[in-house]
């Protein structure tokens, strides 16, 4: 289990991907919101009021949300905040789609705005699951609907000619830039953040190669030390061995000068005691 303390690399690294997350999401969700209240008021399309009140709580979950990362002190904890409150989203996501029809137009592509950053920041496992999710969501929706367990709340009436229609080409039109942008505005932001993270590990591979450098010229610069200081000490060594060896050889002489010294006075005190006569005293 991941248990990444405050500080580490990849702690810092995801808690900022999931502030920018939350910047995008609170700017995407009242973009929505402003289309959905132009759609209704200027195009008078018959949007639901549910719509608009279901996005207003959806943005403010979005500071409760911030509050919650803010106070995570692990990378762990991190992620199941974040898993969490993209379960949530994706539940907004299905009422929302629920209530513009979306069962009959595809609106599960919007699941994609969800789930493209979601799996930029969690791990694998995490973000295939929480694609699973969003599947059984829209399934059950479709489901619900089919078999009548809740009405489907159509905004336009699938005839021939609605290509024609102003308030029906209108929608389209400004749901899919808003749809297209925020997805190239994820792709772009998330490949900003790759590239600089990508130049951090630059920067810090080419600081950690000149640190190494630097490194190699110390040690070799300390194995010349080590090898001049080593010879030295050997040339003493044969120095003083020397020196040792000569005063060895002097006492040598010395000892065998004395010896043969004392020998020799042994042996001319024997001879003068045998030269010597000796005499009676006479009373």
Same mark, same amino acid.
């Given at each position: 289990?991941?248990?990444?303390?405050?500080?580490?690399?990849?702690?810092?690294?995801?808690?900022?991907?999931?502030?920018?997350?939350?910047?995008?999401?609170?700017?995407?969700?009242?973009?929505?919101?402003?289309?959905?209240?132009?759609?209704?008021?200027?195009?008078?399309?018959?949007?639901?009021?549910?719509?608009?009140?279901?996005?207003?709580?959806?943005?403010?979950?979005?500071?409760?949300?911030?509050?919650?990362?803010?106070?995570?002190?692990?990378?762990? +904890? *991190? %992620?199941?905040?974040?898993?969490?409150?993209? #379960?949530?989203? $994706?539940? !907004?996501?299905? @009422?929302?789609?629920?209530?513009?029809?979306?069962?009959?137009?595809?609106?599960?592509?919007?699941?994609?705005?969800?789930?493209?950053?979601?799996?930029?920041?969690?791990?694998?496992?995490?973000?295939?699951?929480?694609?699973?999710?969003?599947?059984?969501?829209?399934?059950?929706?479709?489901?619900?609907?089919?078999?009548?367990?809740?009405?489907?709340?159509?905004?336009?009436?699938?005839?021939? +000619? *609605? %290509?024609?229609?102003?308030?029906?080409?209108? #929608?389209?039109? $400004?749901? !899919?830039?808003? @749809?297209?942008?925020?997805?190239?505005?994820?792709?772009?932001?998330?490949?900003?953040?790759?590239?600089?993270?990508?130049?951090?590990?630059?920067?810090?591979?080419?600081?950690?190669?000149?640190?190494?450098?630097?490194?190699?010229?110390?040690?070799?610069?300390?194995?010349?030390?080590?090898?001049?200081?080593?010879?030295?000490?050997?040339?003493?060594?044969?120095?003083?061995?020397?020196?040792?060896?000569?005063?060895?050889?002097?006492?040598?002489?010395?000892?065998?000068?004395?010896?043969?010294?004392?020998?020799?006075?042994?042996?001319?005190?024997?001879?003068?005691?045998?030269?010597?006569?000796?005499?009676?005293?006479?009373?």
């Amino acid at each position: 289990m991941e248990n990444k303390q405050t500080g580490s690399l990849e702690f810092e690294e995801t808690f900022s991907k999931m502030k920018l997350d939350i910047r995008f999401t609170r700017t995407m969700i009242s973009t929505f919101l402003i289309l959905a209240i132009i759609a209704k008021v200027f195009l008078k399309i018959p949007i639901s009021p549910v719509v608009i009140f279901l996005m207003l709580i959806w943005f403010c979950c979005y500071f409760i949300y911030q509050g919650l990362i803010e106070k995570s002190k692990t990378s762990h +904890g *991190l %992620y199941n905040i974040y898993f969490r409150y993209n #379960i949530n989203d $994706l539940l !907004f996501l299905t @009422f929302i789609i629920h209530f513009l029809g979306g069962a009959e137009w595809l609106g599960a592509i919007f699941y994609i705005l969800v789930l493209v950053t979601a799996g930029v920041i969690l791990p694998k496992a995490r973000a295939i699951k929480l694609g699973i999710i969003a599947w059984f969501f829209y399934t059950c929706l479709i489901l619900f609907e089919y078999l009548g367990i809740i009405r489907h709340r159509p905004l336009f009436s699938l005839e021939p +000619g *609605l %290509y024609q229609s102003l308030s029906y080409l209108g #929608i389209q039109i $400004l749901i !899919f830039i808003a @749809f297209f942008y925020f997805v190239a505005e994820t792709a772009g932001t998330f490949s900003d953040t790759l590239k600089a993270r990508t130049g951090q590990l630059e920067k810090a591979f080419q600081a950690e190669e000149e640190a190494k450098e630097v490194l190699e010229i110390r040690v070799r610069a300390r194995t010349r030390e080590l090898e001049q200081l080593s010879q030295s000490l050997e040339e003493k060594v044969d120095k003083r061995t020397k020196e040792l060896q000569e005063k060895i050889k002097e006492l040598e002489k010395f000892q065998k000068l004395v010896v043969g010294r004392e020998l020799k006075m042994i042996e001319l005190k024997k001879k003068l005691g045998k030269k010597v006569p000796k005499t009676k005293l006479k009373l």
